[in-house]
């Protein structure tokens, strides 16, 4: 079986594990110092705050913009909805957009639509590495004053104008979950440039105690979202040998690219004007008119051929959590895409085996 | 410097982690699983959910219980407030009520007066590893219909009536952070014996979705409160070798006990009636008037000694983010509490240094 993800040691992982291990610095340590000093080195962003995952760097976020009961917040309506699931925990109200039907990224002439006087916070999803338009999307957020916090969960390393995705909003997060580009098994990353939401996120992100001055006294009301020290290790190994997974990854990509390319019935996502792409998940929007089952049949074909694929993030209107309106883009390119298997240790031959299979399944 | 804790690896910590991570099962994992049974194994619990750490497990158990906006939810005011801080992330009412001033445990009575049409949970935290009144806890609960979740963050191990802590709430909580008795960096557990709580707590710990079904498919909104496989393997080689963990946190307690009770104007904490404890922090009550000065002195003393102490929690009332009525038992045991260096690896001669500077500072 190719699983679709598979996450791999380029070098010191397994060497620096075990240095944090035999410091006894097992929950936080200079490991966790060194991923975050690493963001704020390579992004523009004066803060950087390891969390325990993507999901709770967003959490973090939202506390840190002050996020409240009843606040409006835009994402999108296709992507994966961590974002739209932690405005439901704060008693926020997330509000949903359509996408563009080719690149999958929020559409920004629906979101303008979206904006009420609730509005509070707009959540550019960077989905499968794909970046937003965000010179309409800056634009459109600064004019109507609304924060925006940008979830690059998928685009760590993708570029806009040059700038890395991260570097545009007020506050922007990350994930090292085991299928990321950079991993710690678990993890996250919150950057920012504004000193007083870093030093909310900063109380937030351990039980509003800030140790240094009291033990035990709680300025806020904070949770516990701490990365552990060898976790963070993992990922400093990884980032040392960031320019060889970067390569494979564009390795892979350039090599589906070529393959894909050539079977009718299979559109690529299509990246956004001005974007430098690392793509995280290889995704293809099937028209299965062109295939001999439907995108689910396919899945399962693919699955008995030994291919591990995943299909397109449920649209927000096709879930029961959410008080959604339909969003018919959201919901087609949701119920054609299929990911095929993206890591960057993939060999030529599983790739080519990979498009071969979809290829035999035409009809 | 004596610190106030250190990690101690007892046997295959190394071993089980480097194991974690060749099988690059860096996320979920067996070693997740196995920490899982072991507590299904030695408690009277059918269900064991690993977490993050100690705080998302109690939110986990909240969400669980189905906690809601304007429950309230009592608790002691004098204890680690994790639960009061996840109340107020959930738009419910903490409300305290006071400690024995000899145990630092709930007040069962004062608690009884605290219950209101609008009362939901009572939460018994297990300070220092100290266990509470369960039975009248239990039975008070019962008349009154409310959910009882357990704090068990500083009590594993600590039984009442020879069942563990944790064993009597509907849901119990432990924590598995670098200062406890089994640790794994950051880490903490849940268990409950309600298959309805542990299916809703299942999905609430990742996003909501069930992936052996189908993924990106969010049943309800989660959250992401997952242990990587990593941690796991230090909590399962921490439990092998438990036995020693334990016996070694007695012949440290027992040391101190021995030493502290010939130093007047010093009062270690009270076990409860059928308690058989395993205590976590040894703490002390202190009779300033018979010492040279204050308590937050006699900590700035010892540790010119070379000795880090913590003082007691902060008492609710004293804390600005919690709209709580005075409570001047909680109030004065906060702020005469002081608590050692408390590790399973102290030798004899820190102790008895410990215990003699201390003792130095008398008036």
């Given amino acids: ?171 922007s997060t990350f994930s090292f979950q085991a299928t990321k580009t950079i991993t710690t098994g678990e993890g996250g990353m919150v950057i920012t440039n504004d000193d007083r939401i870093a030093e909310r996120m900063r109380l937030f992100r351990s039980h509003g105690m800030n140790r240094e001055k009291v033990v035990y006294w709680h300025e806020l009301p904070g949770h516990n979202f701490r990365l552990t020290n060898i976790q963070a290790a993992l990922g400093v190994a990884q980032l040392e040998n960031r320019s060889q997974i970067i390569e494979n990854r564009h390795r892979v990509y350039d090599l589906y690219k070529e393959k894909l390319g050539k079977i009718a019935g299979v559109q690529l996502q299509k990246i956004n004007t001005n974007v430098d792409v690392l793509i995280w998940a290889i995704a293809v929007k099937l028209d299965v008119d062109q295939f001999v089952d439907t995108r689910d049949g396919i899945m399962t074909r693919m699955k008995n051929m030994g291919i591990e694929t995943r299909p397109g993030f449920y649209a927000s209107c096709m879930l029961n959590i959410y008080s959604a309106h339909k969003l018919p883009i959201c919901e087609k390119v949701s119920s054609t895409i299929i990911s095929l298997p993206s890591f960057p240790t993939l060999a030529e031959e599983q790739i080519n085996f990979i498009c071969d299979s979809l290829e035999s399944l035409h009809s």
Wanted: aromatic share 10%; net charge negative; hydrophobic share 45%.
């Fill in 1 to 171: 079986m190719i699983p679709w993800a598979k996450p791999h040691y380029w070098g010191r992982e397994v060497e620096l594990v075990n240095k944090a291990l035999d410091s006894t610095w097992i929950s936080g340590g200079s490991y966790v110092e060194a991923l975050e000093d690493y963001f704020v080195e390579n992004f523009d962003k004066k803060h950087a705050l390891a969390t325990s995952n993507g999901t709770t760097a967003i959490h973090l976020a939202f506390l840190g913009a002050g996020i409240e009961p009843g606040d409006e917040i835009i994402l999108p309506g296709f992507c994966f909805l961590a974002a739209a699931n932690i405005a439901l925990h704060m008693g926020a109200v997330p509000v949903f957009c359509e996408v563009d039907e080719n690149t999958w990224c929020m559409d920004v002439g629906d979101l303008e639509k979206k904006i009420t006087n609730k509005t509070k916070a707009v959540i550019p999803v960077h989905t499968y590495g794909n970046v937003c338009d965000m010179d309409a999307l800056m634009d459109l957020a600064q004019a109507n004053d609304l924060i925006v916090i940008e979830d690059c969960a998928e685009s760590l390393f993708s570029k806009y104008r040059e700038k890395y995705s991260g570097e545009f909003g007020l506050i």
